[in-house]
């Protein structure tokens, strides 16, 4: 068992805590544990933990150990100086085909 470094610290602002950087899968493991938010616990803060878990024990990299640890932050809106992606409808127009008897 050995703590699995990211490369890119994450920084998060926690609710009451301010902020916190994360760089290790063992200190995100420790913030989901202790720091998350309760109603912030829900399907991709239990992929976080797991992950995070099996980097620690060798069975996932640290690449994906981030990313999880990313999108469940994203999710609980807590990654500083990131913001929430909009949901933008694009209206499609279909392509102005004459039919071939009308020609």
């Given at each position: 068992m050995a703590d699995?470094?990211?490369g890119d610290p994450v920084t998060l602002r926690l609710p009451g805590n301010g902020a916190r950087k994360v760089a290790t899968a063992f200190e995100a493991l420790e913030c989901l544990e202790?720091?998350?938010p309760e109603w912030a616990r829900g399907r991709r803060w239990r992929n976080a933990v797991a992950t995070?878990?099996?980097a620690i024990d060798g069975w996932r990299s640290s690449t994906d150990a981030r990313r999880s640890f990313v999108r469940a932050a994203m999710?609980?809106?807590i990654v500083q100086g990131a913001r929430r992606a909009k949901l933008r409808t694009q209206t499609v127009s279909a392509p102005n085909v004459m039919?071939?008897?009308s020609q």
């Open positions: 699995i470094d990211f202790r720091d998350w995070c878990r099996d999710r609980a809106g039919s071939a008897a």
